[in-house]
């Protein structure tokens, strides 16, 4: 195992972000690489270039580790309030991230991550709770504040059940990260969310689309 | 290794409908326990008090065998094709079936089995093939024959997406099993999938019911 970037640690000692990106990285392939499972924190370290205790200076477990790793591969996906586009205009912020959502749902590691964090359950539950906990409850929450600005301002029925809602739309995505052809394109991503938001009655209300143009 | 219950192979030698059970029902519980990387023919033969080749008459792979495993214990879930309500009464049959459903949803093994299946992609793609082709593919085939009666009944929008609704209603059920609390019970499970059915509009058409109702 390399060294070289190890110093030792001390009290007020700054974090280095380049290593803290590295370890994510690393944590991130091998994830993908060997499953939950084989991603010890010395096989992250060890392909990250830094020893174990950078590590653990900044990350208490392997859970946490692998949550926030999972989660920093979101992080180039936007989600619906970081446009500027207002809540009101659901239908405009959909369309604005269209393209970059639809490039996500075709990126292999993705379609990995999801699929080992959703079968993790049985063998690595502390891990699903801890995703769980730091980073689906408080992305579920902003979701959920989105679409009570678009129901309230009539892009959705009023008695829409919208925690149910975002299970749909969610549970959608999962279906077609883990079970889609093996070989999907972006532009075929795209058709597949742009029906989805329909289906799911996003686009706006029915009334303003004639049948014949749906 | 048992081998009691082990005879010599030979041509017209009837299969032993006892001995398939047993194996399915074992293999069902190592894949619980173990994973798919510990579900070995050997372990389940073992599991099952049978010769590993009484296995092999009967399924020519791991792969094949874990996919009706898992199948056969998704056997006493209805579907929705399966009671004698016509399927222009949709409503009707999810009334009637919704017990069952909510019962199913809160077995530890389905959950288990669920995680697993879904888990499998990176690792044990063929097993995810395999169990896509022989049962997935065949049941949304029938859902959607349902969906579409009762869809010309009225029960749906006449411009219904039946194949991205059927992606949804499955795909919130996976979310429910594999990242619900810990210890749901039969009352809460069916009121998940009362409100699934309303918001995916399946409880008929919404004019029938008034808003203050629904």
Redo the contacts between chains.
């Keep these: 195992m390399s060294t070289k970037r190890e110093q030792p640690p001390g009290p007020g000692r700054p974090r280095d972000p380049d290593a803290d990106t590295a370890i994510l990285r690393s944590a991130m392939e091998v994830l993908?690489e060997q499953?939950f499972a084989g991603a010890s924190i010395e096989r992250i370290a060890k392909r990250a270039g830094v020893a174990k205790v950078t590590v653990y200076r900044r990350w208490s477990s392997k859970e946490t580790l692998l949550a926030d790793a999972i989660e920093a591969a979101r992080d180039a996906i936007p989600a619906a309030d970081e446009t500027e586009t207002p809540a009101e205009d659901l239908p405009g912020i959909i369309d604005q991230l269209l393209p970059q959502w639809s490039e996500a749902l075709v990126r292999p590691e993705l379609?990995?991550l999801t699929?080992?964090l959703?079968?993790?359950?049985?063998?690595h539950?502390r891990l699903?709770a801890a995703y769980?906990e730091h980073h689906?409850e408080p992305r579920r929450e902003r979701a959920l504040a989105t679409l009570r600005r678009a129901r309230d301002a009539g892009v959705l029925?009023?008695?829409?059940?919208l925690d149910?809602?975002i299970?749909?739309?969610?549970?959608?995505?999962?279906?077609?990260l883990?079970?889609a052809d093996d070989t999907p394109d972006p532009a075929a991503a795209r058709d597949y969310l742009e029906?989805?938001f329909?289906?799911?009655g996003l686009r706006g209300p029915?009334a303003d689309t004639p049948?014949s143009a749906?």
Tied chains: 1, 2.
Aim: no cysteine.
């Design positions: 993908v499953g379609r990995m699929a080992r959703l079968g993790a359950g049985p063998d539950p699903l769980r689906l029925a009023p008695d829409a059940d149910m809602l299970d749909m739309l969610n549970g959608a995505v999962v279906q077609y883990l079970l029906r989805l329909r289906q799911a029915a049948p749906r």
